[in-house]
Nanobody, 115 residues
Framework: VQLVESGGGLVQPGGSLRLSCAASGFTFSVYGMRWYRQAPGKERELVARISSGGGNILYADSVKGRFTISRDNAKNTVYLQMNSLKPEDTAVYLC?????????WGQGTQVTVSS
């Protein structure tokens, strides 16, 4: 199982970024996927999750209305569109899948929101 995130970077408050997580090594289309984030000195936080078919989605209260999770099962990729970014969104964003009772994480992509 391999999860590779991309799309992070430095953005000004109010800006947007789109994160991608390319998955391989498992049947992507049958597993729910999640995005987490971890800021320095803080616990890892679930940002959003999406079911295998994309019909069931959940967001953390802190990102509702600003972030959108989606997936393309043909491309084995899950996305996180982040709009109206705030400095408190600064963190390493990680892709996650729970497969057959085992947890798999990507290496993460840094998002920094600063003027």
């Amino acid at each position: 199982v391999q999860l590779v995130e991309s799309g992070g970077g430095l953005v000004q408050p109010g800006g947007s970024l789109r994160l991608s997580c390319a998955a391989s090594g498992f049947t992507f289309s049958v597993y729910g996927m999640r995005w987490y984030r971890q800021a320095p000195g803080k616990e890892r936080e679930l940002v959003a999750r999406i079911s295998s078919g994309g019909g069931n989605i959940l967001y953390a209260d802190s990102v509702k209305g600003r972030f959108t999770i989606s997936r393309d099962n043909a491309k084995n990729t899950v996305y996180l569109q982040m709009n109206s970014l705030k400095p408190e969104d600064t963190a390493v964003y990680l892709c996650f899948v729970l497969r057959s009772g085992e947890a798999y994480w990507g290496q993460g992509t840094q998002v920094t929101v600063s003027s």
